[in-house]
């Protein structure tokens, strides 16, 4: 199926579409769930490291003060 005969259907069409359409809706729809989730799970791996970093951080800093001995 071409992009054309893809792209002329609108799913308020009152047609409704044959099974090769409905497959590469349905191939298409679940390459951009997957996409999306990636996208979602990089972006809470980016969260988790950086909240990681500043517990490191802020656990180094209290360390140290207590090594110092200033409290």
Known sequence: MSDAEMNSYRLTSMEEPGDERM???MREVAEDA??????AAERVA????AASQAAQEKWGDAINRIKNGSY
């Open 23 to 25: 497959a590469q809706i």
């Open 46 to 49: 980016a969260g988790i490291e």
């Open 34 to 39: 997957r996409e999306s989730t990636r996208r």
